[in-house]
């Protein structure tokens, strides 16, 4: 069954040199693109979506998600806001609420959680592990996250459980819960951070997936300088996320490699962090994506459009650099050649905005934009 979709007021392809189009149309076959170009050019299709003018772009690639939980941090969060500080151990809060649920219970959260974001414009989702910590628990949650998502990341490195040694658990990590986990999982990460995991530490987990054929990706650099962005770049890891707290060589090393610098924004508000340094990354030649780091202790929002509306209004990133951070440098952070743009072959992922430009994402903060969604070549809103 094909689509065209026309009387577009704003098409956004991220093609390089193409900037925002007026006046053209897009035909979806199946799960990819098919057709792009002038509206008056356009062939004939199965059937015909008329944008009334509304701005078209890519689905939110949304590269950095954890929805693999139970539990509620409310109480957390709301003492944050008072002035306490934010420290990775609270995640072991969650852990034990996760360990607790069924199966079903954290299948239903990743489905809801999923959802919301797919109503909101959201079409590729990476979600991780990392609430379970031991063997049994990080292998369910894979297979669950699995089931919903389409990105699985073996995030077992995420903290060293309250009672366990840390050299153990590394030791348990590069071994018995990495062969169980690898086959269900795409990418692995580690928290490498004051509190979590140091340099040497994130290395052995980080080339221990290497050699099972993983992706590499890691949390670096939240919570102050630290080896995180370097590894990551030594390793070659797709991304490093977070990016908080850059040194002017950690800024030159990501300008100079393959590894794109995901963003969260959402959690540095939340977590009362100084936001990214997004223009001194981009001025220097760093791919930078952003993503919503949905999670119930640091960033509980699964709006992309919020993290966009903050990078332009808080983080002097242009409209169009935002929207190609949140679609196709999203799709870059996962090796994805195939989501994040609207080219011919590309996956039929498409937001129409109720607006006619993707301007009114910053330029009407907080007001629900999203009109339509397909998502594989699907209409799903």
């Known amino acids: 069954m094909s689509t065209l979709i026309t009387n577009i007021g704003e098409l956004t392809t991220n093609e390089p040199g193409e900037g925002r189009r007026a006046g053209a149309a897009l035909v979806l076959d199946g ?113 669950i996250a699995a089931r919903y998502a389409d990105e699985t990341t073996f995030l077992g490195a995420h903290l060293v459980p309250p009672g366990s040694a840390a050299d153990d658990y590394v030791a348990l990590v590069c071994g018995e819960m990495l062969d169980a986990v690898a086959p269900h999982v795409r990418w692995a990460d580690v928290f490498c951070e004051r509190g979590a995991f ?58 100079g490699s393959n590894t794109v610098a995901t963003l969260l924004p959402a959690c540095d508000l939340s977590t009362r962090q100084s936001l990214a340094p997004a223009r001194a990354l981009l001025d220097a030649g760093a791919t930078v994506a952003l993503a919503s780091n949905c999670n119930p202790g640091s960033s509980y929002t699964t709006s992309m459009a919020y993290c966009v509306t903050t990078a332009v209004l808080q983080m002097r990133m242009t409209v169009e650099e935002a929207v190609y951070a949140a679609t196709r440098a999203g799709g870059i952070a996962l090796d994805r050649d195939d989501i994040g743009h609207l080219a011919v072959g590309a996956r039929a992922d498409v937001h129409v905005l109720d607006a006619p430009s993707t301007t009114h994402l910053a330029y009407r903060p907080g007001v629900p934009l999203t009109h339509a969604v397909w998502r594989k070549g699907e209409r799903v809103r």
């Open 31 to 143: 799960d990819r693109v098919v057709w792009t170009g002038p509206a008056a050019s356009a062939p004939a299709a199965d059937e015909r979506f008329d944008a009334g003018g509304r701005a078209v772009l890519p689905g939110w690639v949304d590269s950095h998600t954890h929805l693999v939980f139970a539990g509620d941090r409310t109480a957390e969060f709301e003492a944050r806001m008072a002035g306490r500080a934010y420290t990775a151990g609270g995640i072991a809060t969650t852990v034990d609420a996760t360990r607790a649920a069924t199966d079903d219970e954290l299948a239903a959260t990743v489905r809801r959680h999923v959802a919301e974001a797919v109503a909101q414009g959201t079409t590729h989702v990476e979600t991780k592990t990392g609430y379970g910590l031991t063997t049994a628990d990080e292998l369910r949650s894979a297979r």
């Open 198 to 255: 140091d340099a040497d530490q994130s290395r052995a987990v980080l080339e221990a997936a290497a050699a099972r054929g993983l992706g590499l990706r890691v949390h670096g650099n939240q919570l102050g300088e630290g080896p995180g962005v370097r590894l990551a770049v030594e390793l070659g890891a797709a991304s490093v996320d977070h990016c908080t707290y850059l040194s002017a060589a950690d800024v030159e090393a990501l300008a």
